[in-house]
Every structure is written in structure tokens, then in C-alpha cells.
């Protein structure tokens, strides 16, 4: 895949000059409390108000009702038995949709700028074991190609020098103390300052730390009337696996140096037993940990099962300009294509006289990236241990045991993807 050229009429960028479609999650700026000491490795925020009045506020504003409904965790929406109710939100969903996947998402120059680009416009939410690595090296990729386009500005530009200045910042959680520092801001608030100017970020942590960050959501959740103005936002895409797929390919990607060569049903007996000496980032890896990246404040964490469920689900149809799967990757990208120009392959570098190797642009592929190491060293000697690709029986009921959420929110996730294709059009095809 090749980046395409980057749409830069407009040097000027306003809500009303460039609004976009994107759909607001309330909650996602409501959960930023008080920092607590990171030394011990204990929570990053204390606690909001009550919690299940705190969760049955957020179902009322975004499902619907008072709060008491029922839910039906799969869709995200109440239970009901009136068709009349279903399909109004269904339809709503579709409008949301189409806003955000039907509008072309182009990154945009900073005000009276021909060579930067404005901060925030586009993150991608990295799930550990879910292909984000490979996207991230996509993106990274087409970047490169788009700093070798031509700037606007003759004056700027030389065959020595990239053309454009496009921040990129990556942040992801399994770099630990650098995490920490990140999110405490120990370290004079570099990063945190580095990452609310980049334009494109790569961010493998939960969802509720983005405000830290300077990366603030607003959203049409589809009840805004036609005429009403759109809001800001930024285009935002994560990609979602299959638990058992996802776990199983965490514990063969880190058996030893997180989960110490042990086998992994072992280790559930001990972490149902709270008797787990393993490091609680390895922990959290094995158990709801796409839910749990998907919550919109610390606070959800100590919500019910069905409350944190509810609000996963909702934040994936509602927070992202579009989902992707694993199982799914060729569609997934042809959406990225599609939905982000500066991302696809068809076009080509123009209107610049000169050809060097600098300047010139290379093809992106998305590349099988991560895979599990050739040698786990659990073997005798240090030598590899030998792992099936998939879990026995026996396993995979105990990793479905222990990721009944990430299974739920899964499921609404396939059906939300099909719902993705047919917006688009990818059905057909």
C-alpha cells in the first residue's frame, strides 16, 4: 500500500470549516480524578462517586430509560420488546456510522502552517495480541511516505529534507516504568506533552487514560438533528480478536518472561486462588483485557460485570471512527483505505521534479509482525518448548471461563463489523 496525497487546501481548521461526523462518549472526559503514587504500582486514579448510580446514569444517557432496564449485553442497547424501539436504534446507529465511515478523513495542515500538521487527528487503540503491531508498522510506513511529500511552501522544501512535519507519537502500556512516568508526568510532562501535540498516535493502553494525554473525544452519537453543526473529533480505529485466539497467542508470545514457562491453566488455578506471584500487567493480559481497555474511567473498573460490558460495547460502536478484526484483516484494512486516504495505494507522488531515494515513495504492506518467538527457551537447556497453535479443549474452556466479557463484547463486535461492511458496501464485493 502506497500513501495517498494529503488534502491541503485549507491551511485554516475550525469546528465549522472542518467538522467531523465523529460520535461523542460523554463519559470518556468525565472519569480524570486524582493521581495516586505510581512507586508501588498501584492504581493510577482513586475512585469516582457510587458506581452503580454512576453506570446506570451512563446506560440512561446513551441506551435509553431510567437507568433500571434491562440490558442486552451483546447489542449494547435495552431489552425491549417493542420493534418500533429496536429499530430506532438501529437506525440511529447506521446514521452514526455513516457520518464517521462515508466521509473521507484527510489530515489537515495547522493554521497558517504549509509544513505541519495540526496535533490529534488520528489514534489507533492497540489491543496486545490482536495484530496492532502489524498496523502500527502500516502506519508508520505510510507516515514516512507522507513526510517525503512536497511542501507547500517552495521556500521549505529541498531534496535534503523531509517536507512535511507530521508528529507521531507511540505509548503503550508493556513499556512499564515509561508508562507510569508517561501517565505521572515525572518526567516534567515530556511525554504527555509529546503526545497531545503528535498528529498520529499509536496507544496501547485503556481508553479512559486518553484524556491525560490531551486527546479529548467529542462525538454525534446519531440523535444530533441533520442541520445541527457537527463536532470535532479525531478519527480513531482499533482492532478486536477473538478471546480465546487472542489469550492463547499472549501466552505463547510471553511464555516465559511473563508467564515463566508454566503451563497456563496452572496459572488460572493460582490467579482464582489470588496466589499468582506472576506481574500483574502478565495478569491482566489473560483476563476481560479488551473490556477492560474500553472503559471510560478508572472508576468502571469496580462496576458490575454487565455495567462494564454495557459500556465496552457502546464506547466500540460509538467512540471509534470504525472497528477492525482480526479475523477479518483484508476487510479491515480496505476500510482504512477507504476511511483515511493518507493510509491507501492510489496515488502516486506528483508535481515534484525530483527523484531520490529520499523523496521517493515505497510501498506498505501490512506485515505478520510479533509472531511467537521460534525459541521460548522453556524447554531443557533452554531450548524451544513446543506449543499448538490453538489450546486443547481443556484450556480453551478455561480461557472462555475467564474472559466471559471479552467474549460478549466479541460477539457485539462481529455483528458491528458485518453492520461496518454493509455501510460501506464490502458486502457486495
Known amino acids: 500500500m502506497t500513501t495517498t496525497m494529503m488534502d491541503q487546501s485549507s491551511n485554516k481548521k475550525t469546528a465549522k470549516q472542518q467538522p467531523r461526523s465523529l460520535v461523542v462518549v460523554a463519559c470518556v472526559a468525565l472519569g480524570l480524578v486524582a ?11 482513586t475512585s469516582s462517586s457510587n458506581i452503580v448510580a454512576s453506570n446506570r446514569a451512563f446506560a440512561a444517557r446513551h441506551l435509553g430509560g431510567d437507568g ?12 425491549t420488546n417493542n420493534e418500533d424501539e429496536e429499530k ?28 505541519r500538521y495540526s496535533p490529534n487527528q488520528f489514534l489507533h487503540l492497540h489491543h496486545m495480541k490482536t495484530g496492532g503491531t502489524s498496523m502500527d508498522q502500516l502506519i508508520r510506513c505510510s507516515l514516512e511516505n507522507a513526510r517525503r ?14 517536507r512535511m512535519e507530521l508528529p507521531y507519537k507511540s505509548l503503550h502500556e508493556c513499556s512499564a516504568k515509561r508508562w507510569q512516568s508517561c501517565v505521572a508526568g515525572t518526567d516534567g510532562g515530556r511525554c504527555q506533552n509529546d503526545a497531545a501535540a503528535s498528529t498520529i498516535m499509536s496507544y496501547c493502553a485503556p481508553l479512559r487514560y ?4 490531551g486527546w479529548n473525544q467529542r462525538f454525534d452519537d446519531g440523535t444530533l438533528d441533520d442541520e445541527a453543526e457537527a463536532v470535532d473529533g479525531f478519527g480513531a480505529v482499533t482492532v478486536l480478536r477473538n478471546p480465546v485466539e487472542r489469550v492463547w497467542s499472549m501466552y505463547r508470545f510471553q511464555t516465559k518472561n511473563c508467564y515463566e514457562c508454566r503451563p497456563l491453566l496452572d496459572i488460572y488455578k493460582e490467579m ?8 500483574e500487567m502478565c495478569q491482566l493480559q489473560l483476563s476481560n483485557h479488551q473490556v477492560a481497555n474500553l472503559l471510560s474511567t478508572e472508576s468502571s473498573l469496580n462496576a458490575s460485570d454487565d455495567e462494564k460490558v454495557v459500556e465496552a460495547i457502546h464506547n466500540m460502536k460509538y467512540f471509534f471512527t470504525m472497528i477492525g478484526l482480526t479475523e477479518e484483516l483484508p476487510a479491515t484494512v480496505q476500510m482504512l483505505d477507504s476511511i483515511f486516504p ?3 495505494d492510489t496515488t502516486k507522488l506528483v508535481d515534484y521534479p525530483v527523484d531520490t531515494e529520499q523523496n521517493r515513495i515505497r510501498t506498505c504492506t501490512l506485515p505478520h509482525a510479533n509472531a511467537s518467538p521460534r525459541n521460548n527457551r522453556c524447554g ?7 506449543l499448538p497453535d490453538h489450546p486443547d479443549a481443556k484450556t480453551k474452556k478455561a480461557i472462555e471461563e475467564h474472559n466471559k466479557l471479552d467474549m460478549e463484547l466479541y460477539q457485539a463486535a462481529v455483528k458491528h463489523f458485518k453492520l461496518q461492511k454493509e455501510v460501506m458496501g464490502l458486502d457486495k464485493k
Open 35 to 45: 493521581f495516586i503514587a505510581l512507586s508501588n504500582g498501584d492504581s493510577l486514579y
Open 68 to 79: 433500571n432496564d434491562d440490558v442486552d449485553i451483546q447489542s449494547g442497547t435495552k431489552q
Open 149 to 162: 511529500l512536497p511542501s507547500q511552501d517552495e521556500s521549505k522544501s529541498t531534496a535534503k529534507s523531509p
Open 210 to 213: 486518553l484524556p491525560t494525554f
Open 88 to 115: 430506532e436504534e438501529q437506525e440511529r446507529l447506521v446514521k452514526a456510522m455513516k457520518a464517521r465511515m462515508l466521509t473521507t478523513h484527510k489530515l489537515d495542515l495547522e493554521a497558517e502552517s504549509s509544513v
Open 380 to 386: 531443557p537447556g533452554n531450548t524451544h518448548m513446543a
Open 272 to 279: 482464582d486462588a489470588g496466589t499468582s506471584g506472576l506481574r
Open 342 to 344: 493518507w493510509l491507501n
